[in-house]
């Protein structure tokens, strides 16, 4: 089992609320990665890092925000959550081998 | 087009039948490729990697085809536990991005 772990699994949230997702690894992976997937449907990649400090915005434009202060810590923040943002963010890592390990995964619901 | 491309089936077989996916990428220099699993709900977990020998874990075996630009995985004697959504996943050196394919779902039936 990958030890990489995502807070919380599961929320429910109102409009306008600002969520901060949490991912943690503790492989020492230099690379992490943010993915969406809706139910069904394929993997969006919204945010990655290759270290400290370096973030980049995937192939999905997103209205999140990264920090990665930590290597072992790369959260995610929505600012204001809206319905649109209902889905499933799945948090990864990977180090020279390439084989990228996920979370669990956050299914977060905005009302 | 896609950068990598699968049939998104859902492929629907009996037990015990052999069941190959193929995919193809579009970039010609990409390095590394795998097989993910993803089962309904749940995170997507490394299958194997592919080679460019080709490899076999089991009852799964996963070829690359450099010339044709795509990667196959077979898996013989299906069994239920099996059904799940199967993804392609690509390395492109160059850009060092991994991409994933959108996933083919196999239903194993009894």
């Known amino acids: 089992e990958a030890d990489i772990y995502q807070t919380p699994r599961y929320l429910v949230i109102g409009t306008g609320k600002k969520i901060t997702l949490e991912c943690s690894q503790t492989?020492?992976?230099?690379?992490m990665y943010w993915y969406q997937q809706d139910p069904g449907m394929e993997l969006h990649l919204i945010h990655y890092?290759?270290?400290?400090?370096?973030?980049e915005k995937g192939d999905l434009s997103s209205e999140s925000t990264v920090s990665r202060i930590r290597t072992e810590h790369f959260p995610l923040t929505l600012e204001s959550a809206r319905p649109s943002h209902t889905s499933q963010y799945l948090c990864?890592?990977?180090?020279?081998?390439?084989?990228?390990?996920f979370g669990p995964g956050t299914r977060l619901t905005v009302l | 087009r896609k950068e990598v491309e699968q049939d998104p089936g859902p492929f629907n077989v009996p037990e015990g039948a052999t069941v190959a996916f193929n995919c193809t990428y579009s970039?010609?220099?990409?390095?590394?490729f795998f097989w993910y699993r993803q089962d309904c709900r749940k995170e997507p977990k490394l299958l194997m990697s592919?080679?460019?020998s080709g490899n076999e874990d089991g009852r799964f075996t996963a070829q690359l085809n450099r010339a044709s630009q795509y990667i196959s995985l077979l898996i013989r004697d299906s069994k239920l536990s099996d059904s799940a959504t199967y993804l392609c996943?690509?390395?492109?050196?160059?850009?060092?991005?991994?991409?994933f394919g959108s996933g083919t779902r196999l239903s194993i039936r009894p």
């Open positions: 492989m020492g992976h230099d690379k």
């Open positions: 990864a890592s990977n180090f020279k081998t390439d084989t990228q390990y």
């Open positions: 592919v080679y460019s």
């Open positions: 890092s290759y270290g400290v400090n370096s973030t």
């Open positions: 996943v690509v390395k492109d050196s160059s850009a060092s991005k991994i991409i």
């Open positions: 970039n010609s220099a990409s390095q590394s």
